[in-house]
DNA sequence: AAGAGGCCCTGATAGC
DNA sequence: TGCTATCAGGGCCTCT
C-alpha cells in the first residue's frame, strides 16, 4: 500500500478526526515490529494532545504537546484504521467509519473520547518510533534527499546528484536519499510517462530528460492523491474504502498487456532490477 | 564509499 | 483438496 501519495492521503484523513485530540489511552499488543516498540511507548503518549499531523516522505508524524514527535511508517503491509465508540453513532465522523475491520495484526490501538485509532500490519515490516525534540527528528530526517513537490527537487540538483551516479533510473528513483517518497509503483508509471528506459544510466539522461522526470514525477504522484491512492492488495484509506489510482496504471503490474500509448503494439515486459519488479514498454521507453 | 544484495514477515496466488 | 514455491507497496544492514 503505502507509497509518497497512500501516505499522504493517511495523514490528511488523521487530520480530520484526531487533530486536536488528546490520546486517553494506548494499548500495544504486539510490541514486535521492524524495530521493537519501546517500553515507555504507552506512558509517553498517555493524556497527551496531538496539535497536527503531517508527513515527510513516507512517514506519517504527529506532534504533540509538548514538543514531542510520534512517527509512523506503515512498511509494506501497514494500515490505519479507526473505529467510533458505540455510544457515539451520530457524530460527524460517521462519514469516515470503516465497515468490516481486519482482526488479526491489530498491533497499537490509540484510543481517544469517542474513537480509537488501530495500526495493523500483518508483515510488520513497519514501525513507530517517538522523539523527544525537533532536533533529534530533524537528524532522523536528515539522509532523506528532498521531497518530490519541494522546489529543491530540480534540474540543477538532479544533474549534479546524477552526474556522480554510475546507477540507472530505475534504481535511482527509489532511493530515498536521491528524491524521497516514490515507492516502486510510481517508480514504473514515472519511468512509463517519461519515455525513459529504467535501466538507462542517470549520467547519460539528457537535460530535456531529466526535466521531463521531475515533471511525470510531480504529475504521477499529484494525480495519485487525487485519485486516493493506490489500492492493489488491502486497504487504503482509514476508512477502509479503496483508491482509485490503481486503474490508472500504465505499466505497473500489467505484464504481456499491450502497451497503452497509441499507436504502440508492443507488450508490457516485467523484469528485475536490485530485486524490485519492473514493468516498461521496449518500444516507447527509449 | 557508493551500490548491490540479503533479510525482516505474513498472506495471496500460481502451479503441480 | 492440499502441498510448495514465488512474490508483494520498504528500508536497514552488511559486504564489496
Known amino acids: 500500500m503505502p507509497e509518497l501519495p497512500e501516505v499522504e492521503i493517511v495523514k490528511q484523513s488523521l487530520n480530520k478526526i484526531v487533530k486536536f485530540k488528546i490520546i486517553n489511552k494506548v494499548l500495544v499488543n504486539n510490541r514486535n515490529l521492524r524495530f521493537k516498540v519501546p517500553k515507555n511507548f504507552e506512558n509517553s503518549l498517555k493524556?497527551?494532545?496531538?496539535?497536527?499531523?503531517?508527513?515527510?516522505?513516507?512517514?506519517?508524524?504527529f506532534e504533540i504537546m509538548f514538543e514531542q514527535y510520534l512517527i509512523i511508517h506503515l512498511g509494506m503491509s501497514g494500515t490505519i484504521h479507526f473505529v467510533i465508540n458505540n455510544n457515539k453513532?451520530?457524530?460527524?465522523?460517521?462519514?469516515?467509519?470503516?465497515?468490516?475491520?481486519?482482526?488479526?495484526?491489530?498491533h497499537i490501538i490509540f484510543f481517544f473520547s469517542e474513537l480509537k485509532i488501530i495500526y495493523n500490519d500483518p508483515r510488520r515490516f513497519g514501525f513507530v518510533k517517538i522523539f523527544k525534540t525537533k532536533k533529534d527528528i530533524k537528524n532522523y530526517f536528515s539522509k532523506l534527499g528532498p521531497e518530490p513537490f519541494s522546489s529543491t527537487f530540480d534540474l540543477k540538483y538532479l544533474k549534479r546528484k546524477f552526474n556522480k551516479s554510475i546507477k540507472n533510473i530505475k534504481s535511482s528513483l527509489l532511493d530515498q536519499s536521491l528524491v524521497s517518497g516514490i515507492g516502486n509503483i510510481y517508480a514504473n508509471e514515472i519511468l512509463f510517462r517519461s519515455k525513459i528506459n529504467p535501466f538507462k544510466k542517470v549520467k547519460n539522461l539528457t537535460l530535456s530528460e531529466i526535466k521531463n522526470i521531475i515533471l511525470k514525477t510531480n504529475f504521477v504522484l499529484k494525480l495519485a492523491i487525487k485519485k486516493g491512492g493506490s489500492s492493489i492488495r488491502d486497504f487504503k484509506n482509514i476508512s477502509g474504502s479503496k483508491g482509485d489510482f490503481q486503474n490508472e496504471f500504465k505499466v505497473y503490474s500489467r505484464e504481456n498487456y499491450l502497451c497503452p500509448s497509441i499507436g504502440c503494439k508492443s507488450k508490457i515486459i516485467k523484469i528485475n532490477i536490485n530485486n524490485r519488479a519492473t514493468y516498461y514498454c521496449k518500444n516507447c521507453q527509449k
Open 47 to 61: 493524556k497527551q494532545k496531538i496539535i497536527k499531523i503531517s508527513r515527510r516522505s513516507k512517514y506519517i508524524i
Open 89 to 106: 453513532e451520530n457524530t460527524n465522523l460517521s462519514f469516515y467509519q470503516k465497515k468490516d475491520l481486519p482482526s488479526k495484526h491489530n
